[in-house]
């Protein structure tokens, strides 16, 4: 089981529980504390690794660019031209890549790391602070009280009175405290769940980002890539085409080397060892030149090279030959000898060697020595309340009601949602209620009946009921399969408690899910669907018998129980349930479980629709329901809107002019006037049916889903636990149990803090995916560009159209 919600109540008994409970709730906030630590240190850490893993492509990169293939030969084939740019390329892609990539690791550190040490550091900080003072002061109260109850009973009256008025102020004091220390440890535990997850979606939305423009770059590159394997594979082909050919040679040169000498100009070549004269004491050396000469002139070239040495060693020497004598072994201790002599030096031989027998008939031929043998070579080369009933007036009102709304009014944009005015309301509840009247009634014909009107006086009959239609004794059996398993066994759960239903309760909602469900088909047009009536209808039918902090914590599971009716009532009110299904069991036995992962086909994927607008999702355009109607500039402005968070019956109105007096038809209820400085809207600025007057009339249930996302709010947020600031004095100190919605922006958010009237260019092309975004190509210039509320989005003006730009698509000027 969850943390058990604090009671502000329990707060002037300070029991033993209720200060277990408060630890609960600390530990709670602690080990989120360590958590959103621990993960800003691995945050941190991925930031680093990224920018080192940036830097290493971009010099792996780097390395590519600046290598060339050298080509054998003098030319280069088309293909191999192309692989040798293909390196350059690959060089630019990386490039490019890294370039988003250090586009994602600045974005984590404003999407990730700093909301995330923002809410560390000013929520999880303060409750600490708020802890502390919590703490001195039980610590006071408690010896104060010790101390005042020792006092002697003989002490002077007025001594004694003196001492229960500073007990008292204490006390007090002691209560306040403490109240609003368990509102804050409430508020915290509610707000950690968006302020935590809200960055990490943002960090993924930047991500996904990441390698959508990874896929972009892929898919431009793929022309590139595909024509490169064709050179590639070209140049392998030729490869293996030659490599038997080169082979084949290879095996006919190592047969017979002599027969596969390349032909030249050169008469002979090759390597021989030159003897080199020495003083007396020293003897002799031989020196290894690589030698070559040419009959026709008869010159004789030698160069000293000494291949242990790494190469050449000497000058060239060149010399005319005059003749050439083969030395035997009888002159010469040495092998395979012959002299020269050269015409500029006569008398003084040049002493050589060769490496074969062979070898030295193959130079005396080629210099004409003698004894020389000549040899003929083929030389060859070769690539709630109220008097309603479920009885037969209820049943005509409402069926009436439904048949006039799928008549008229079943495409009305914010159908059930658009409420009418009050005072419109009760006079045609009160027509169709009186037996008398209730059949004179025209709702499908009259002009006299707004949809509008007719829609919520069908919901205030509803609330109406001595008992919510879905009955106290099984709302917390509803609750249940709301918060726990499968989507499958969800369904069963609520077909299994639906037929325990009493028997009018049952078909009164059969016949309401019926019409919802016809509702949710033309959510195209109204903008309902089945998750919006969700949110309408949820505090109807199921209100709480009770009205505590914990009721309203199961405000949102309500919602998921009539989804569930909506989209299931065929099989629900139509079959009857499975008889082998078990009675569902007290959450003091079975604690709420996260559903589990439905197994799906790959590449399949269903989409919900979501009741909160967030363009960090993806939606389709039937999806796009809970924003539509407040997309319109200037037509909500709230600064503050007074609910009871339990009296999801009750309505609430948020006055457009603060100076404007109410008519005679506003409804009568909580309400708070709007500052001063908010824009009255103005008719033409007015969706149709919202407005009446200077008055928007909306149940607080409706409301709550409205302000999921009211235009001019930082985030999606829920109801404030915090008394929010009000331009009405009469609301600065509300009752305990009065909550406020938040306010709209100030000019400490950072929307159009610090580039307002600022321009940029796009440096990608976008598609809008919605119609609150703008579609532009590259080199598209925007106008006043300011953060948006959206993380990772801005708002900036085109072609006169003001819309939302992804934050990574442009580059300020």
Request: charged residues 30%.
């Amino acid at each position: 089981m969850g943390l058990q919600p604090l009671e502000f109540s329990d707060c002037y008994l300070d029991s033993p529980w209720f200060r277990e409970r408060v630890r609960a709730h600390e530990a709670e906030l602690e080990k989120t504390n360590k958590f959103i630590k621990e993960l800003l240190k691995d945050g941190k850490n991925l930031i680093a690794a990224t920018k080192n893993l940036s830097a290493a492509q971009r010099k792996f990169a780097h390395s590519l660019r600046d290598f060339k293939f050298e080509f054998i030969g003098d030319a280069e084939t088309d293909d191999e031209r192309y692989i040798d740019a293909s390196l350059h390329e690959f060089s630019n892609f990386l490039k490019n890549l890294e370039e988003q990539r250090e586009i994602l690791a600045l974005s984590v550190t404003e999407t990730l790391i700093k909301p995330l040490e923002r809410f560390r550091k000013e929520q999880l900080g303060a409750v600490k602070e708020e802890k502390k003072k919590f703490d001195k002061e039980t610590e006071k109260n408690y010896s104060l009280l010790e101390k005042h109850l020792s006092l002697s009973a003989k002490k002077k009256e007025l001594q004694l009175q003196e001492a229960d008025n500073q007990v008292e102020q204490n006390r007090k004091h002691f209560y306040e405290l403490s109240l609003e220390y368990v509102c804050k440890l409430q508020e915290i535990q509610e707000r950690k769940k968006f302020e935590c997850v809200e960055p990490v979606l943002s960090f993924f939305q930047g991500l996904f980002t990441f390698y959508h423009q990874g896929y972009e770059l892929a898919k431009d590159f793929n022309h590139y890539k595909m024509a490169l394997q064709i050179n590639i594979q070209n140049t392998r082909n030729r490869f293996e085409g030659t490599r038997s050919e080169v082979e084949e040679l290879m095996n006919k040169i190592r047969r017979n080397p002599q027969e596969h000498k390349r032909a030249n100009h050169l008469t002979m070549e090759g390597y021989l060892y030159v003897q080199e004269k020495r003083p007396a004491p020293f003897g002799s050396s031989w020196v290894k030149h690589y030698c070559t000469y040419r009959k026709e002139t008869k010159k004789f070239t030698m160069i000293p090279f000494e291949h242990r040495s790494g190469g050449k060693v000497g000058d060239e020497e060149l010399f005319v030959l005059m003749y050439c004598t083969k030395r035997n072994t009888d002159t010469i201790d040495r092998r395979f000898c012959f002299d020269l002599e050269a015409s500029d030096r006569p008398g003084v031989p040049v002493t050589m060697q060769a490496f074969s027998e062979e070898d030295r008939k193959l130079w005396m031929e080629a210099l004409d020595g003698k004894e020389a043998l000549f040899i003929n070579s083929d030389r060859a080369n070769a690539k709630r309340e109220g008097s309603a009933q479920l009885d037969k007036i209820g049943f005509t009102v409402i069926k009436k009601c439904i048949s006039a709304v799928e008549t008229r009014g079943i495409n009305d944009q914010g159908l059930y949602r658009v409420v009418g005015v009050s005072s419109k309301v009760q006079r045609l509840l009160s027509l169709l209620m009186d037996a008398k009247t209730c059949n004179e009634v025209d709702l499908e014909n009259s002009a006299d009946w707004e949809v509008k009107t007719i829609t919520s006086a069908m919901k205030q009959y509803l609330r109406s009921l001595p008992e919510p239609l879905m009955t106290y004794e099984l709302h917390g059996e509803f609750i249940i399969p709301a918060k726990s398993g499968s989507p499958e066994s969800r369904v069963n759960a609520v077909h299994f408690l639906v037929h325990k239903l009493p028997e009018k309760n049952k078909e009164m909602l059969e016949i309401l899910m019926k019409h919802l469900a016809n509702v949710s088909k033309h959510s195209k047009r109204n903008l309902m669907t089945v998750a919006n009536l969700g949110v309408v209808f949820g505090p109807t039918l199921m209100r709480p018998q009770e009205e505590t902090v914990a009721a309203i914590m199961d405000l949102k599971f309500q919602n998921i129980v009539v989804e569930i009716l909506i989209e299931n009532h065929e099989k629900i009110f139509k079959t009857l349930p499975d008889a082998t299904f078990p009675e569902p069991i007290s959450m003091s036995v079975s604690p709420p479980n996260a559903p589990p992962r439905q197994s799906r086909r790959q590449g399949q994927r269903i989409k919900r629709p979501l009741a909160v607008y967030n363009l960090c999702l993806e939606l389709d355009d039937e999806l796009d329901a809970a924003v539509m109607l407040m997309e319109k500039d200037g037509w909500l402005h709230s600064s503050a809107a007074v609910a009871s968070p339990a009296r999801g019956a009750e309505n609430v109105r948020l006055e457009a002019d603060s100076h404007s007096s109410p008519r005679e038809d506003t409804p009568t209820g909580s309400m708070d006037s709007l500052s001063s400085q908010s824009p009255t809207p103005t008719s033409s600025s007015s969706p149709p049916g919202l407005m009446d007057g200077n008055h928007l009339i909306m149940d607080s249930g409706d409301l709550a889903g409205w302000t999921t996302n009211l235009p001019g709010q930082g985030r999606p947020s829920m109801v404030s636990w915090m008394n929010t600031p009000s331009a009405n004095p009469a609301a600065a100190n509300p009752a305990p149990s009065t909550f406020f919605f938040p306010t709209p922006a100030t000019g400490s958010d950072r929307a159009g803090e610090s580039i307002a009237h600022r321009k940029a260019r796009a440096v990608y092309p976008c598609e809008a995916e919605h119609s609150s975004e703008l579609s532009f190509q590259i080199g598209a210039i925007f106008e006043d560009v300011q953060f948006s509320r959206e993380p990772g989005w801005l708002e900036g003006t085109l072609n006169g159209k003001r819309g939302l730009i992804p934050q990574n698509y442009v580059q300020f000027l």
